[in-house]
């Protein structure tokens, strides 16, 4: 098990030994150090923080900066707990793409794309009115009746309504590492990942 930060660079593509042409993304990952080994005695549960992006110190307010100092790491922009870790690394330890190993299995997370308050089309894929009318006949994208009359007078939670669509959470599982490069930290997974371009992701071995 092994886990990491990166960065979304961006997608491109690569033709497999037999000719197979795979769409992939590329992201830059690590290196991440160990900025502090949680457990249970001392903080209530097991877990290794780890560090991406290195900041300068003036960057960080007197809080952040001591904590940095307490446990001998330079200032880090990004801090993140993977529970996956514990019992793997030490202090000290700098975790990097060669953790890694072309045909590996992984998750990635990250905030996925916001695409700011969508109507029920774009939202909810609804085909619109079109033929089958709830007598909108000059408002082809509206979302119609939602059912609600004198019973039970009030909107169902859940119902497919327009509203803020994306940013959320996103988490892809089995995605495949079709090669590392460890010289310039970048690894190649296949298929698309959450997230924008140059947005932090989480990347976990499965």
Same mark, same amino acid.
């Given at each position: 098990?092994?886990?990491?930060?990166?960065?979304?660079?961006?997608?491109?593509?690569?033709?497999?030994?037999? !000719?197979?042409?795979?769409?992939?993304?590329?992201?830059?990952?690590?290196?991440?150090?160990?900025?502090?080994?949680?457990?249970?005695?001392?903080?209530?549960?097991?877990?290794?923080?780890?560090?991406?992006?290195?900041?300068?110190?003036?960057?960080?307010?007197?809080?952040?900066?001591?904590?940095?100092?307490?446990?001998?790491?330079?200032?880090?922009?990004?801090?993140?707990?993977?529970?996956?870790?514990?019992?793997?690394?030490?202090?000290?330890?700098?975790?990097?793409?060669?953790?890694?190993?072309?045909?590996?299995?992984?998750?990635?997370?990250?905030?996925?794309?916001?695409? !700011?308050?969508?109507?029920?089309?774009?939202?909810?894929?609804?085909?619109?009115?079109?033929?089958?009318?709830?007598?909108?006949?000059?408002?082809?994208?509206?979302?119609?009746?939602?059912?609600?009359?004198?019973?039970?007078?009030?909107?169902?939670?859940?119902?497919?309504?327009?509203?803020?669509?994306?940013?959320?959470?996103?988490?892809?599982?089995?995605?495949?590492?079709?090669?590392?490069?460890?010289?310039?930290?970048?690894?190649?997974?296949?298929?698309?990942?959450?997230?924008?371009?140059?947005?932090?992701?989480?990347?976990?071995?499965?």
């Amino acid at each position: 098990m092994s886990a990491i930060l990166g960065r979304k660079l961006g997608m491109t593509s690569v033709f497999t030994e037999d !000719g197979t042409f795979v769409p992939c993304t590329v992201i830059e990952a690590g290196p991440c150090p160990v900025v502090q080994i949680k457990t249970k005695d001392n903080d209530g549960y097991d877990a290794v923080q780890i560090g991406y992006d290195v900041l300068p110190e003036r960057k960080i307010n007197r809080p952040e900066a001591g904590h940095f100092a307490k446990h001998d790491v330079q200032p880090h922009r990004h801090l993140k707990e993977f529970r996956q870790l514990v019992d793997q690394v030490a202090n000290g330890d700098v975790l990097t793409v060669e953790n890694f190993a072309v045909g590996d299995k992984i998750k990635v997370s990250a905030d996925g794309k916001g695409k !700011g308050f969508q109507g029920v089309v774009r939202r909810h894929h609804f085909g619109g009115v079109g033929m089958s009318t709830h007598g909108q006949s000059d408002r082809p994208r509206a979302p119609g009746s939602i059912g609600s009359s004198s019973f039970p007078s009030r909107v169902f939670k859940g119902m497919k309504m327009a509203g803020r669509m994306g940013g959320k959470r996103v988490t892809v599982r089995n995605l495949t590492v079709l090669q590392v490069i460890p010289e310039e930290n970048l690894l190649i997974i296949k298929g698309s990942i959450p997230g924008a371009m140059n947005s932090v992701v989480e990347i976990v071995k499965l």
